[in-house]
């Protein structure tokens, strides 16, 4: 499916809509469904199986901005979520944190996701920490899982730059994420790449899965003292994975939500337009759904 990219107006007077339109979809609708909630926060639907991704659920301002960072005089989240926190998690099967940062992993999503829901981690020290906040139903994706009819590979990256991941501090605080494929018979193969740049990793996945729909983390956030050399992809790195898969749909996500965070929507629209590559793209309000 291919969508152009909306306009801020028609951003906002989307979310309006289709916040509710997700919770109360029937049996006519497709059965393929990605909501973006607010920063990299998403719910992926595959017929009756839905997963959350890295909830971030605390109400704006909660939190003051992530120290050396790009506006870290601002608090976070610097937006509200679309709707309650509670109509987030309602619907959702199993939860997959692609690393504990305070952006995908916060003090509401502990508190308010249901102990026993199954929830999807990257590694060893990921679970321990999970399950020490009181969930019990924590799994290691190591390779891949199934879950409800849905394959989940685990895919890599790097949440920044060789140069910063030379700085120790910086590399211990950034650490390590995943991104994950999802797979489903009769669905669109569908790549959520996480909080990684343009890596050779990234590359090896677009090649071997060629998926239909990329939900890329486009933010382009920065350390202060690395300006110009995001954590994160950005529009650039937006225009590389279209070439390198052109036929798919890359859904762009993570902007206007937390501090740190340099390139916004806006910004993103007029870069793809001018690169006349918005048919291709699809930059989501929060709250907003694209059916498939």
């Given amino acids: 499916m291919l969508r152009k990219t909306l306009t801020s107006a028609l951003i906002l007077a989307s979310a309006i809509?289709?916040?509710?339109?997700?919770?109360?979809?029937?049996?006519?609708?497709?059965?393929?469904?990605?909501?973006?909630?607010?920063?990299?926060?998403?719910?992926i639907s595959f017929g009756e199986t839905t997963f959350?991704?890295?909830?971030?659920?605390?109400?704006k301002g909660t939190y003051p901005g992530f120290e050396n960072t790009y506006r870290s005089e601002l608090r976070n989240p610097l937006v509200d979520l679309p709707m309650a926190a509670e109509k987030v998690i309602a619907g959702t099967d199993a939860v997959i944190v692609t690393h504990t940062h305070l952006d995908h992993w916060d003090d509401a999503a502990q508190q308010?996701?249901?102990?026993?829901?199954?929830?999807?981690?990257?590694?060893?020290?990921?679970a321990e920490t999970i399950r020490s906040q009181?969930?019990?139903?924590?799994?290691?994706?190591?390779?891949?899982?199934?879950?409800?009819?849905?394959?989940?590979?685990?895919?890599?990256?790097?949440?920044?730059?060789?140069?910063?991941?030379?700085?120790?501090?910086l590399a211990q605080?950034?650490?390590?994420?995943?991104?994950?494929?999802?797979?489903?018979?009769?669905?669109?193969?569908?790549?959520?790449?996480?909080?990684?740049?343009?890596?050779d990793e990234v590359v090896e996945s677009l090649e071997y899965y060629r998926p239909d729909i990329i939900v890329l983390n486009t933010g382009a956030a920065e350390f202060n003292?690395?300006?110009?050399?995001?954590?994160?992809?950005?529009?650039?790195?937006?225009?590389r994975?279209?070439?390198?898969?052109?036929?798919?749909?890359l859904i762009a996500v993570h902007m206007d939500a937390v501090n740190?965070?340099?390139?916004?929507?806006?910004?993103?629209?007029?870069?793809?337009?001018?690169?006349?590559?918005?048919?291709?793209?699809?930059?989501?309000?929060?709250?907003?759904?694209?059916?498939?």
């Fill in 241 to 249: 994975v279209h070439r390198a898969v052109p036929e798919a749909t």
């Fill in 112 to 126: 308010l996701l249901p102990k026993d829901i199954p929830l999807f981690v990257q590694n060893a020290e990921d």
């Fill in 173 to 199: 605080a950034l650490g390590e994420i995943m991104g994950v494929v999802f797979q489903a018979k009769g669905q669109k193969t569908t790549y959520v790449v996480g909080d990684t740049v343009w890596r």
């Fill in 17 to 43: 809509f289709t916040g509710s339109a997700f919770a109360e979809s029937g049996a006519n609708q497709p059965n393929q469904k990605i909501q973006h909630i607010r920063n990299a926060t998403i719910k």
């Fill in 134 to 169: 009181g969930f019990n139903d924590v799994r290691i994706l190591d390779g891949q899982a199934e879950f409800g009819g849905v394959t989940l590979t685990k895919t890599g990256g790097q949440h920044g730059s060789d140069e910063i991941y030379a700085v120790p501090e």
């Fill in 260 to 292: 740190h965070m340099t390139l916004s929507r806006e910004e993103l629209a007029e870069f793809v337009q001018k690169e006349g590559i918005e048919q291709h793209i699809s930059i989501p309000a929060d709250g907003e759904v694209i059916s498939f």
């Fill in 225 to 239: 003292g690395f300006e110009g050399d995001p954590i994160i992809m950005g529009k650039e790195d937006t225009l």
């Fill in 52 to 59: 959350l991704i890295d909830p971030m659920l605390s109400d």
